[in-house]
Nanobody, 121 residues
Framework: QVQLVESGGGLVQSGGSLRLSCAAS????????MGWYRQAPGKERELVAA???????NYADSVKNRFTISRDNAKNTVYLQMNSLKPEDTAVYYC???????????????WGQGTLVTVSS
């Protein structure tokens, strides 16, 4: 019914940049919050950045001033621009969204499959 598909992960050198994209598809009425989480080996999944439909954003302290989250609501897509990447940013990055669907009328919490970001030193 609703799917999130991430793209843009890969291998990058320390100090480099990547841009992640997450596109939602399905019978979507609207999307409330969208966000990016990441999980490094042996670590808990953590919130990286989140954005409301109205454009408010918040970031983990570890990525502030380096990462930027943005949305294109017309395309049901969220982006994460990652600059000045560090080896400690290496993780699987997951897209998350709270999606309002029409039939049945309800909110769904949806996760993408994840995209691997590897930052080499």
């Amino acid at each position: 019914q609703v799917q999130l598909v991430e793209s843009g992960g890969g291998l990058v050198q320390s100090g480099g940049s990547l841009r992640l994209s997450c596109a939602a598809s399905g019978s979507i009425f609207s999307i409330n919050d969208m966000g990016w989480y990441r999980q490094a080996p042996g670590k808990e999944r953590e919130l990286v950045a989140a954005a409301t439909r109205g454009g408010s954003t918040n970031y983990a302290d570890s990525v502030k001033n380096r990462f930027t989250i943005s949305r294109d609501n017309a395309k049901n897509t969220v982006y994460l621009q990652m600059n000045s990447l560090k080896p400690e940013d290496t993780a699987v990055y997951y897209c998350n969204a709270e999606v309002q669907v029409v039939i049945p009328w309800r909110l769904l919490e949806v996760w993408g499959q994840g995209t691997l970001v590897t930052v080499s030193s």
